[in-house]
Antibody
Framework: EVQVVESGGGLVQPGRSLRLSCTAS????????MHWVRQVPGKGLEWVSG????????GYADSVKGRFTISRDNAKNSLYLQMDSLRPEDTAFYYC??????????????????WGQGNLVTVSS | DIQMTQSPSSLSASVGDRVTITCRAS??????LNWYQQKPGKAPNLLIS???SLQSGVPSRFSGSGSGTDFTLTISSLQPEDFATYYC?????????FGQGTRVEIK
């Protein structure tokens, strides 16, 4: 059974850092691109970042570029999101997602076919 | 960045109705378009990718079409479990932007 489980969320003060982790199981992790998507409670989805299977292609939303860093460790079946200089507007549920293919981030017919349960990050003083 | 605009933002429909949701891209994205369904308190669920390939387990009453800048998601006969919010997402280029969502409510 495919599973992706996020961890590392919580309450953090503005300007501080937080690292989210996503542990995957039930599939060959190093064969798929992975993504982070966030959602402010009651609002829509925002794609935050994605990484190709071999970390060779990485992308970010403009709202987080320069502050967030995505990475993966294929040996540990794990995906990470390092979030620095956090702002109140970063408050959201953060979802880890498995892509349907190994495709790079551009011109892919696949979407996010498996999602984690979501991890709440609250940025507040 | 590519902007994705869905219409309507919300709609009310009855069980058995045919429902159509549209998604427009700010530039041509070929066929690189996905549709997701999200129910309250749950993670999104991929319905259709590329933009007409139904994911395994998704009922055949869901269908997708379009290319270039204009896409549609159609539910041929709305069922009680279909009341949810639907999102389109382009996978033509990063950032992989989502539409703002269309909430389908019970009439």
């Amino acid at each position: 059974e495919v599973q992706v489980v996020e961890s590392g969320g919580g309450l953090v003060q503005p300007g501080r850092s937080l690292r989210l982790s996503c542990t995957a199981s039930g599939f060959r992790f190093d064969a798929y691109a992975m993504h982070w998507v966030r959602q402010v409670p009651g609002k829509g989805l925002e794609w935050v970042s994605g990484i190709s299977w071999n970390s060779g292609n990485i992308g970010y939303a403009d709202s987080v570029k320069g502050r967030f860093t995505i990475s993966r460790d294929n040996a540990k079946n794990s995906l990470y999101l390092q979030m620095d200089s956090l702002r109140p507007e970063d408050t959201a549920f953060y979802y880890c997602g498995k892509d349907g293919s190994a495709c790079s981030l551009d011109s892919c017919y696949s979407g996010i076919e498996f999602w984690g349960q979501g991890n709440l990050v609250t940025v507040s003083s | 960045d590519i902007q994705m605009t869905q219409s309507p933002s919300s709609l009310s429909a009855s069980v058995g109705d045919r429902v159509t949701i549209t998604c427009r891209a700010s530039q041509s994205i070929g066929s690189y378009l996905n549709w997701y369904q999200q129910k309250p308190g749950k993670a999104p669920n991929l319905l259709i990718s590329g933009p007409s390939s139904l994911q395994s387990g998704v009922p055949s009453r869901f269908s997708g079409s379009g290319s270039g800048t204009d896409f549609t998601l159609t539910i041929s006969s709305l069922q009680p479990e279909d009341f949810a919010t639907y999102y389109c997402q382009q996978t033509y280029s990063a950032p992989r932007t989502f539409g703002q969502g269309t909430r389908v409510e019970i009439k």
